[in-house]
């Protein structure tokens, strides 16, 4: 199975993403949201966080978009390039806006807290035709898209499920975060009348369980919020995935049990249809900045099937690379591949390296 994912993936070299990067606006350190009058601004966002991730890695990526053809816009597109990702597709449009998210982060008992201001952003704006996919997609073997971006307009879901179609027809592996967002679903349609559509296109679906449960429907009488994680459950909540959506190959679905908003235990399944492997328990007791670190997981994944041997070397190269986004300031994963490796090989002490 990951052999076959693999050749199919690395066979054209460049992994290909659909989504929005936002300007991140988040109070310094663990303040309250202008508790200091000030922001520190820096950007992000599900897909492209999963093709820096890649980009740092040494691998070719793309980001298909739109963004506002004003001075922040092009301040994105330059940090994304100097990530090493392929900005070339991303659509600048005029009299358009660039999607805001505010970040507070919680710590102990205190939870952290997201406010959006996406509305009528530039992706969330993209009409039809104004994306040429098979261009876009030409030499791609790899397309990765979250939920996140359909949930943004009715004309964002209709573009991402075009997005997804085309690159299924063009032969690349297929690979969907269902990453829910509550707050962003209110333009109407519910979310598993869109993301049904999307996972029955993929080839991977990754998610934790409230995703799978309110974007999919699948595994309501798992409650996330009580006691320690019952393992066998996610397993069968991933095999119960890989059910309802014959075309997946894989369903990976990250275990987070949050003993408060500074410290987690973070660990992941993946079912393939011949089985379902666990990763091993990173117990994250200082956490520095847990968003994105789904992405990173992604990242890790999408990484890990295209060059390793296996699905559980695969599952366990994404944990550890998460386990380090959490001590990474920012959306995306700096964590270089040297030192996901030394996590793997059980260098966990942190000790300082002279």
């Known amino acids: ?35 200091s009058p000030a922001f520190q601004a820096s ?16 691998l070719r990526t793309r980001f298909l978009g739109a963004l506002p053809d004003n001075d922040i816009g092009r301040a994105a597109l330059g940090v994304l390039a100097g990530c090493g990702v392929d900005v070339s597709r991303i659509i600048l449009k005029k009299n358009s806006r660039m999607g805001i998210y505010f970040l507070e982060k919680g710590a102990g008992q205190r939870p952290s807290k997201v406010i959006y201001d996406r509305a009528h952003s530039a992706v969330s704006e993209l009409e039809a035709g104004e994306v040429d996919w098979h261009a876009a997609l030409a030499d791609c073997g790899w397309f990765h898209i979250t939920g996140i971006t359909p949930a943004l307009s009715a004309g964002a879901a209709e573009r991402s499920i075009e997005a997804v179609k085309a690159a299924r027809e063009m032969g690349c592996v297929v690979s969907c975060d269902l990453n ?37 429907g699948i595994g309501r009488d798992l409650d996330p919020g009580k006691g320690e994680i019952d393992r066998a459950r996610y397993g069968e909540l991933a095999l119960g995935v890989m059910r309802a959506y014959p075309n997946l190959r894989i369903a990976a679905i990250t275990l987070r049990e949050s003993v408060s908003a500074s410290h987690n235990r973070w660990s992941a399944c993946l079912c393939d249809g011949a089985g379902t492997v666990f990763s091993r328990v990173y117990d994250i007791a200082h956490i520095v900045d847990r968003v994105g670190s789904g992405d990173a997981f992604s990242a890790g994944l999408i990484c890990g099937l295209s060059t390793l041997g296996t699905s559980g070397e695969a599952l366990e190269y994404a944990v550890a690379a998460s386990c380090l986004a959490h001590s990474i300031e920012g959306d995306v994963n700096l964590a270089r591949p040297d030192e996901i490796r030394a996590l793997l090989q059980g260098d966990a002490t942190g000790r300082i390296r002279r």
């Open 180 to 216: 829910y967002r509550g707050k962003l679903w209110n333009y109407g349609v519910p979310a598993p009348r869109v993301m049904a559509r999307i996972a029955a296109e993929s080839d991977i679906v990754i998610a934790n369980e409230e995703d799978c449960q309110k974007a999919l």
């Open 1 to 35: 199975m990951i052999r076959e994912i693999a050749d199919r993936g690395s066979a054209r070299m460049v992994y290909a993403a659909f989504g929005e990067t936002m300007l991140r606006l988040a109070a310094p350190g663990h303040e309250r949201l202008l508790q």
């Open 43 to 58: 950007f992000g966002g599900g897909e492209s966080n999963v093709l820096a991730s890649l980009a740092l890695h040494g």
